[in-house]
């Protein structure tokens, strides 16, 4: 039988309302007990003292590139990267070759992770077949091969009607539908975020209404529809308004930050430097304002990273040329505390929730406390080691990060899935 | 380190006035029957356009030659990119090369910025995409220069396609570091209303008679077809609105004069009494772009 106790650490599982010292005792890949004082004996002992212990995290947006971009990321690395930086499950976005539209390509995926994952990896299915924004993809026989949600995430559906209709068959299968919100003709063509940067560099725009325009739609879809709907890396100040507005009408409406869109604004982007092109894109000071407002104001649910990795090949363009997108696994963790932690924004256990809580609750998943009896995925952390990201030593098999070379104060120490230690700090 | 010329916002007063004032130094040597000179002899640069040029890229070609470097021109219609060969290769294999500059144009902003991340070899911008066309400014600086003495306090009225122009961006960074006053005029979907964020001493209009009142420069660009993704402006009153004819040139100074980087469109941003009047100084842009290619390439060369 096998069990560990994790001694002395701060405990902080917001779905009990615990942050204390505590000892864990994990058995048989289950949580058995949080208390103070267990006692070790015959069990593996994990000291903890001066750290702090969390459900495990969940990063509800990650881009694993397989099957069909292998030569960018892989399950296994992708996943690796995941325990890297504190996560213990990681929902892949169906844009892979092919598109994750049918029972078949869910099922490769669940059972390559099976195989070679270190963390729990809980796909997501596309919205519509080939993700072409037309034809419904094979929504039901995807959840029961374990999809947790769809989208057409980075093809939104822009057809809304059948945007309506998705909403309505999904909420059958008590699956979210999550929006990647992006009115493809105001954007087409954009490279940065429409505003001050893009007129000085001469890049086209992307303006933030393009954003707007379809959370406004898909609001209004949802409460037609009564679906569970999700913004998706929420990034302008006018779509966090709407979300909040959303919720204070009681539509099942939630939304995701990711820490590029909290930490950086366009005017952080060396020029021309694609490490920081994404979409949706890094946007002014107002907009990251306010996504640190929804985050301490309860307006956003999750933090998830958007992991995307590329290979550097396909970075190494003319900026117009290169993809959208960066890796960001290893450095949410440590960005959260940054941003949002340290500068006393919010409290630490309002940011574990963000981490592993509020994805669980979109996502229906059956994790992200630590709850006797649940799932013994545990991410142990540290709020002051000072550390350096240096990208090329990441377990991602790309190296697409703006934040390499960057000082942390504080990082993950240790990660554990279904009872086991998966990765833990050098 | 790349030590190039890759735009006109990074550089300061004095770096700018320094090669505008060896511009003038040039000029007087086009006046002479022997215009060759031999300080950069045994330099060789490469002329590599991506995008079509005549004017910019023989202007840098003769101004090399001038002062006796060597100068290779290569267009991108036949070149290794046609065959699929990435930017930072074909820059490598040339840079492999030795040259001592590379000149180069590109159809996307900030391609040389982004190149010269990797090589060691200084690039010299001849204009990247809709950011900057620094020798432009340049030229044109000494134009205004050649006329009226000073930059200072002049109102420079910029008309046409703002948002996609490199010449109005490179014009703007150095008109205003010099204390002039921009007047920036174009349908207003051409003209981004954060333009007047970027750099001090910039104001937006859309009634090219606003702009033009009391100008003491007028400088007209180009409707760029090939950047127009989609229709911005109904194409048929372009002229009507925007178009800059005789009848405006009353409302500006008496001793205004009329610029365009070229090449001109008659009758479609320019009427042929203004391009052909005496107040348009058109070509004297152009003598003076050798100029002032000339005292860049002896800045960037002349100092290795």
Not at chain 1, 174 to 181: E, G, Q, Y
Not at chain 1, 369 to 380: E, F, Q, R, Y
Not at chain 2, 40 to 64: D, K, P, Q, Y
Not at chain 2, 86 to 114: E, K, Q, W, Y
Request: net charge negative.
């Amino acid at each position: 039988m096998a069990r560990i106790v994790i001694k002395n650490g701060r405990v902080v599982d917001p779905a009990n309302n615990i942050d204390g010292i505590r000892d864990v005792a994990l058995e048989d890949g289950v949580i058995a007990e949080v208390a103070p004082d267990i006692d070790a004996t015959g069990a593996e002992e994990f000291d903890a003292s001066g750290l702090v212990v969390a459900p495990g995290f969940i990063d509800m947006h990650v881009h694993l590139r397989e099957p069909g971009f292998e030569y960018a990321e892989t399950i296994e690395s992708g996943s690796r990267a995941a325990a890297a930086g504190g996560f213990t499950s990681v929902c892949p976005m169906p844009n892979t070759s092919p598109v994750n539209d049918n029972a078949t390509v869910t099922r490769y995926i669940v059972e390559t992770a099976w195989r070679v994952a270190p963390v729990n990896v809980f796909p997501i299915g596309a919205i519509t077949m080939n993700s072409a924004g037309e034809q419904l993809s094979a929504i039901g026989s995807m959840k029961q091969a374990g999809i947790v949600a769809i989208s057409d995430d980075g093809r939104p559906v822009m057809n809304a009607r059948v945007m309506r209709r998705a909403m309505e068959f999904a909420k059958a299968f008590n699956l979210p539908v999550i929006d990647h919100c992006e009115d493809l003709n105001l954007s087409a063509g954009g490279d940065m975020h429409e505003g001050r940067e893009s007129v000085r560099l001469g890049l086209r725009g992307i303006p933030a209404a393009s954003e707007d325009v379809m959370v406004a739609r898909d609001i209004l879809l949802a409460e037609v529809t009564g679906a569970r709907y999700h913004v998706a890396h929420i990034s302008s100040h006018h779509a966090v308004e709407m979300v909040a507005f959303a919720k204070a009408r009681g539509l099942a409406v939630t939304c995701e930050a990711t820490p590029h869109h909290f930490a950086l604004t366009d005017a952080d982007m060396p020029p021309f430097d694609s490490n920081y092109k994404m979409k949706p894109p890094l946007r002014a000071c107002c907009d990251v304002d306010a996504v640190v407002g929804g985050i301490v104001s309860g307006a956003v649910d999750a933090i998830a990273t958007d992991h995307a990795p590329h290979a550097g090949s396909d970075k190494m363009q003319e900026f117009e040329k290169c993809p959208f997108g960066i890796i960001g696994l290893e450095t949410a963790l440590a960005l959260a505390l940054e941003k949002l932690v340290h500068t006393d924004r919010i409290p630490l256990a309002r940011m574990v929730e963000l981490f592993t809580w509020g994805p669980a609750r979109i996502l229906k998943l059956d994790r992200g406390t630590l709850s006797p009896g649940s799932t013994a995925d545990v991410t142990i952390f540290d709020l002051d080691r000072l550390w350096t990201y240096d990208v090329n030593r990441s377990c991602s098999k790309s190296r697409n990060s703006p934040f390499h070379g960057h000082s942390f104060r504080g990082g993950p120490v240790a990660t554990i899935v279904n009872g086991a230690v998966v990765w833990s700090v050098q | 380190m790349n030590t190039g010329l890759l735009g006109i916002e990074p550089l300061d007063r004095a770096e700018i006035q320094a090669i505008l004032d060896r511009a003038k130094d040039f000029q007087a040597v086009q006046n002479q029957p022997v215009q060759k000179r031999d300080a950069l002899r045994g330099r060789t640069v490469v002329n590599l356009f991506f995008e079509a040029s005549t004017r910019t890229r023989t202007s840098f070609e003769i101004a090399a030659k001038r002062l006796g470097a060597d100068a290779v021109s290569i267009t991108a219609s036949g070149s290794s990119v046609s065959k699929g060969e990435s930017l930072v290769d074909t820059l490598n294999t040339l840079a492999a090369m030795r040259p001592d500059a590379i000149i180069m144009r590109h159809a996307a902003s900030g391609a040389p910025h982004f190149l010269a991340r990797y090589l060691p070899t200084p690039i010299i911008n001849a204009g990247d995409g809709t950011h900057e066309h620094p020798t432009q400014a340049l030229l044109d600086a000494r134009t205004i220069l050649d006329r009226r003495g000073t930059l200072e306090g002049l109102r420079v009225a910029i008309i046409g396609d703002i948002a996609h122009s490199r010449v109005a961006r490179s014009n703007i960074y150095l008109l205003s570091k010099f204390g002039a006053h921009i007047v920036l005029c174009g349908p207003a979907s051409l003209l981004p209303v954060e333009l007047a964020q970027i750099t001090p001493g910039v104001e937006l209009t859309w009634d090219i008679r606003d702009a033009i009142k009391d100008a003491d420069v007028i400088m007209m660009l180009r409707v760029q077809l090939e950047r127009q993704h989609e229709a911005a402006y109904p194409a048929s009153e372009y002229f009507q609105f925007y178009g800059l004819r005789l009848e405006h040139l009353a409302l500006a100074r008496p001793n205004a004069i009329v610029m365009h980087p070229g090449p001109i469109n008659r009758g479609r941003e320019i009427s042929s009494e203004v391009a052909d009047s005496q107040k348009s100084v058109i070509l004297n842009q152009v003598e003076n772009g050798v100029a002032v290619r000339m005292a860049v390439l002896e800045r960037i060369l002349g100092a290795n």
